[in-house]
């Protein structure tokens, strides 16, 4: 009789080749794995390199760094949690303050890079903000634009993506979308067209004949957008228009969407999704499902109602779209030992919103307006898509949206921005910044909050070292009081940490008429 030879269960293999058949796996596969049986469990709970995984996740945060290949996985973990930690009190490592160049009204914070554009000097000003590990020395570098043509820009680090945008001096289009190297300004080389043509009369079947009042360009990957507000076109009508390319296609795939109701913003979620907001108090999902047709407004989403009289007037999101990524510096000397960057797999989306008395009004009597700020983890909103589906089916044009009762309240957390605060919270991955508004307390005088909604977080408050921190655990709940202007209640179900500054922090200081005088940098 032949030898058989008998079966080897997975756990009885060396550790070695266990690691290797672990090591592929996300951190949401080693938990469940880790759950299965000792062996497993030991072995991962074991793993520096298995555990710093876990760890990223736990915080959603990526690395990124030269060292990150050479420092043993256990620095990278201390690391990781010296960065939270620091943010949890508060203690931030240094401050730095820009360059005087970097003081431009136009300017995009995005994947750890600062640029902004200098009317003065007819260039694009750039520099790479320090991370904790860092020397002292600001990367700075600029590219020479002509301002008089110059729309807007905007740029992806992580691609080495710069996109500016120029009135276009071909009347066959309005605007031209130039696609270059952040690092060198030479001809992107993914970039099979160097130049976007945008608002051509082929696909608007008119003539633009009077500029858009806002631009707003974004890069999500491969997709490219650009929403065009208020155009005017020869034949009378007025509208919205949203392009999309694929800037890598070697077939120039693009669509564009028309509004005639108008749209306060757009902003990409996902590199095949995204939001639209309306005047009415509307958020509509689209979803690229086949590449050679338009995209498909999967669902539609209603803000809270209002009282008579009052109206939205203002819609947007906040600028935590673009995912935070290392820049690829041509020099060595430049790159951070070890930065961490809030993860893509989620991210928190804010919606800010303004709400007006609508009609007549004394012309001598204040405005009557309150802005509010609705967060809400992107996770969420992606999972909207299948409830409108199975309550409503296909969107339509003039059909049902999901109201806001049905998933507000559940998903949300809001929070109103007193009169005198000019500028909207901040994010960073999971958290919000804003500085406090004191009544009687002179702007220059306020200090900052950190709102952390990291779900992990919040989750295992209870269990964490919290020595040294002087904030506070705010838990989710769902409320039943309605605030004027609303008919509804709003939302507070997200739980959040928070900490306070026990310094007074100013980082953008202007002059007594508004212009950006200085910009300081915290490095955590």
């Given at each position: 009789m032949g030898y058989i030879p008998r079966a080897i269960t997975l756990v009885q293999l060396a550790p070695e080749l266990l690691y290797l058949i672990l090591s592929p796996l996300d951190a949401y596969d080693l938990v469940r794995v880790r759950q299965t049986c000792k062996a497993l469990?030991?072995?991962?709970?074991?793993?520096?390199?298995l555990q710093y995984v876990i760890d990223l996740s736990y915080f959603q945060m990526i690395s990124m760094g030269p060292s990150e290949m050479d420092a043993p996985p256990a620095i990278c973990r201390k690391r990781l949690r010296q960065y939270d930690a620091?943010?949890?009190?508060?203690?931030?490592?240094?401050?730095?303050?820009?360059?005087?160049?970097?003081?431009?009204?136009?300017?995009?914070?995005?994947?750890?890079?600062y640029g902004s554009r200098s009317v003065e000097e007819d260039r694009i000003h750039f520099t790479r903000l320090?991370?904790?590990?860092?020397?002292?020395?600001?990367?700075?570098?600029?590219?020479?634009?002509?301002?008089?043509?110059l729309a807007d820009f905007t740029f992806c680090a992580a691609q080495d993506l710069l996109a500016v945008v120029t009135y276009s001096s071909d009347p066959n289009h309005a605007y031209d979308i130039h696609l270059r190297s952040l690092v060198t300004n030479d001809v992107h080389t993914d970039a099979p067209q160097p130049i976007?043509?945008?608002?051509?009369?082929?696909?608007?079947?008119?003539?633009?004949?009077q500029p858009a009042g806002h631009l707003k360009v974004q890069i999500m990957g491969k997709y490219i957008s650009m929403l065009m507000v208020n155009i005017v076109i020869s034949d009378g009508m007025t509208g919205d228009y949203l392009q999309v390319w694929d800037w890598t296609s070697k077939n120039g795939y693009q669509f564009i969407l028309l509004f005639h109701t108008g749209i306060d913003d757009c902003s990409l979620i996902a590199e095949d999704k995204f939001l639209v907001m309306d005047y009415y108090g509307t958020v509509e999902i689209y979803y690229v499902v086949d590449r050679s047709k338009p995209p498909q407004c999967t669902a539609k989403l209603a803000l809270p109602s209002l009282v008579n009289h009052f109206s939205y007037t203002d819609i947007f999101t906040g600028e935590n779209m673009i995912p935070g990524s290392m820049?690829?510096?041509?020099?060595?000397?430049?790159?951070?030992?070890?930065?961490?960057?809030?993860?893509?797999?989620?991210?928190?989306?804010?919606?800010?919103?303004?709400?007006?008395?609508t009609g007549t009004m004394d012309m001598n009597s204040e405005p009557d307006f309150h802005r509010y700020s609705f967060f809400i983890l992107r996770s969420a909103i992606l999972e909207l898509e299948s409830l409108f589906a199975k309550t409503y089916g296909q969107p339509t044009l003039n059909g049902p949206k999901l109201p806001w009762s049905t998933w507000g309240p559940q998903h949300t957390t809001c929070f109103r921005l007193q009169g005198d605060e000019a500028r909207r919270p901040s994010l960073h991955g999971f958290r919000v910044i804003q500085p406090i508004n004191v009544p009687e307390v002179p702007r220059e005088h306020r200090r900052l909050r950190i709102r952390d909604f990291n779900p992990h977080i919040a989750r295992n408050y209870h269990a964490q070292d919290k020595s040294g921190w002087h904030g506070r655990l705010v838990e989710g709940e769902l409320i039943s009081t309605i605030s004027c202007p609303f008919?509804?209640?709003?939302?507070s179900a997200l739980p959040y940490r928070e900490v306070v500054s026990e310094e007074v922090i100013l980082l953008l200081k202007n002059d007594e008429i508004g212009d950006l005088q200085q910009i300081d940098v915290l490095v955590f």
């Open positions: 469990k030991g072995l991962i709970d074991n793993s520096e390199i620091a943010w949890q009190r508060f203690k931030y490592k240094r401050k730095r303050t820009l360059p005087s160049m970097m003081l431009g009204r136009n300017f995009k914070f995005l994947g750890g890079v320090l991370s904790a590990t860092d020397s002292n020395e600001l990367h700075c570098w600029s590219h020479p634009v002509d301002t008089t043509t976007l043509k945008a608002l051509s009369k082929d696909t608007i079947e008119g003539e633009m004949i820049f690829p510096y041509s020099r060595k000397s430049y790159q951070p030992i070890c930065s961490f960057y809030p993860s893509t797999n989620d991210q928190l989306i804010a919606i800010h919103v303004t709400v007006s008395v008919t509804e209640p709003l939302g």
